[in-house]
């Protein structure tokens, strides 16, 4: 429990940008799989998503929070009908987190919509930890932190443990996008059931049957189970997305108004020729 108030203490502001000096440190002093130019700019273009992030979450964090404990305190949700131990409801709802949170994405790159917003994710064509600020705002906040809602509605899951799925979440994200070099053992161990850095690179794939896949952010165990866990060597990889591939369409301004451009998605054929859909 007092571990629990321990972290909960801290700003998650401040864990955020302590996780990314970490990351951006190690990617800068050691090896990596993917060679990278401009690492300054990128920082910067990704940086300003977070800011806008920060800025919103001042307001939209107390109504998600409001909204959790007012389900709560009228005892809405399936673990209200079962008596569980502290600990186990703990883990339990946070695997239910996990559990919605890889739905609503696989979601966002069905529907047309949420691609619209969850596409500004996937145009990084040059990945590192940083890429674990690029999302739109309106979709954290309208889709997952509404997800997140839905889940404590639907589960009975609370505030406390949110507030520590977001603390593994950001450990995990920071791990996923970082273009660090790692034993490749951890794949065929942790990697059972945990997301590892090449599991979710192949998510980050130009090829959209990759980009369809590996849409878990902490347990890789719901690829694994519902059919949508692929691999592919590195040395193959090309991140992005074909049509952000120019460098006027990696900036802040140009990808924040993108949900609001008809942009049409190009799939290439596997014969290397390119078409739209
Ligand atoms: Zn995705
Ligand atoms: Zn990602």
């Known amino acids: 429990m007092e571990i629990i108030d321990t ?30 130019k401009q690492r300054g700019y990128h920082l910067f273009q990704n940086i300003l998503f977070q800011i806008v992030l920060m800025i919103l979450n001042i307001f939209f964090v107390s109504i998600q929070v409001y909204c959790i404990d007012w389900l709560n305190s009228s005892e809405i949700g399936l673990l209200y009908l079962v008596e569980l131990p502290f600990w186990s409801k703990l883990f339990l709802s946070i695997v239910l987190y996990d559990f919605t949170t890889y739905w609503i994405h696989r979601a966002s790159h069905k529907i047309p919509l949420l691609w619209r917003l969850h596409r500004v994710h996937h ?14 705002p309106l979709e954290l906040i309208l889709i997952y932190q509404t997800g997140n809602i839905l889940t404590a509605g639907i589960f009975g899951t609370d505030v406390t443990s949110m507030a520590l799925y977001y603390f593994i979440i950001y450990i995990f994200f920071f791990l996923e996008h970082s273009n660090l070099n790692y034993p ?24 959209q049957f990759y ?55 190009i799939t290439r054929e596997p014969k290397g020729k390119s078409k739209t859909e």
């Open 7 to 36: 972290i909960l203490k801290i700003n998650p502001n401040y864990i955020i940008i302590g996780l990314l000096a970490i990351f951006f440190t190690l990617e800068q002093v050691s090896g990596t799989p993917f060679s990278f």
């Open 123 to 136: 145009s990084d064509t040059t990945m590192d930890s940083s890429t674990t600020f690029r999302f739109h």
């Open 184 to 207: 490749k053992w951890l794949n065929s161990t942790f990697g059972l059931i945990f997301v590892m850095p090449d599991h979710h690179r192949v998510h980050h794939q130009q090829d």
């Open 211 to 265: 980009t369809d896949s590996n849409y878990a952010d902490i347990l890789i165990i719901w690829d694994r189970l519902f059919g949508t866990f692929k691999m592919m060597p590195v040395e193959k990889m090309k991140y992005g997305l074909i049509e952000f591939d120019s460098e006027n369409k990696q900036s802040f301004l140009y990808l924040i108004k993108s949900p609001f451009i008809n942009i049409k998605r």
